[in-house]
Nanobody, 128 residues
Framework: VQLVESGGGLVQTGGSLTLSCAAS????????IGWFRQTPGKEREGVSC????????HYRDSVKYRFTISGDKAKNMVNLRMNSLKAEDTAVYYC??????????????????????WGQGTPVTVSS
C-alpha cells in the first residue's frame, strides 16, 4: 500500500489549495480514503473522507462548505479542494486508507475509523 500526497504549500488567508492523494496497492472497491491533519502539540484530527464505492462523503464541521473532497476511481486518486482557508487550517495534511467513511460509534473518530495506512503528509501554511 502506498499513499502519496501533494499540493501543499503556503497560501494567504482566504486563498485556496487543492491537495491530491495518489493511492496504490489497494482497490477503492474495498477501501475508502480519509484526509487528516495535525499541528504540533495537537492530536491528529479527521478532516474529510470519501467512499468511491457507495458515494458517502463526510466533513468535519469546521471545514464544511469550504472544503470539497472528490475522487477518481480509474486513477486511484482523491483530491481535497480547500477554499476560504483560515490560519487555523495550517497543519500537515495526511491521506489515509480507511475501511469505511462516515462511520459512527465505538472506534470511529471524526466519522472515520483508525486508518490502516498513511501517506507521508504534505504541509499547508495559511498566512494572515
Amino acid at each position: 500500500v502506498q499513499l502519496v500526497e501533494s499540493g501543499g504549500g503556503l497560501v494567504q488567508t482566504g486563498g485556496s489549495l487543492t491537495l491530491s492523494c495518489a493511492a496504490s496497492g489497494f482497490s477503492f472497491d474495498y477501501y475508502d480514503i480519509g484526509w487528516f491533519r495535525q499541528t504540533p502539540g495537537k492530536e491528529r484530527e479527521g478532516v474529510s473522507c470519501i467512499s468511491l464505492r457507495d458515494g458517502i462523503i463526510h466533513y468535519r464541521d469546521s471545514v464544511k462548505y469550504r472544503f470539497t473532497i472528490s475522487g477518481d476511481k480509474a486513477k486511484n486518486m482523491v483530491n481535497l479542494r480547500m477554499n476560504s482557508l483560515k490560519a487555523e487550517d495550517t497543519a500537515v495534511y495526511y491521506c489515509a486508507q480507511i475501511s469505511s467513511c462516515g462511520c459512527a460509534g465505538y472506534g470511529c473518530y471524526d466519522g472515520m475509523p483508525i486508518p490502516q495506512s498513511w501517506g507521508q503528509g504534505t504541509p499547508v501554511t495559511v498566512s494572515s
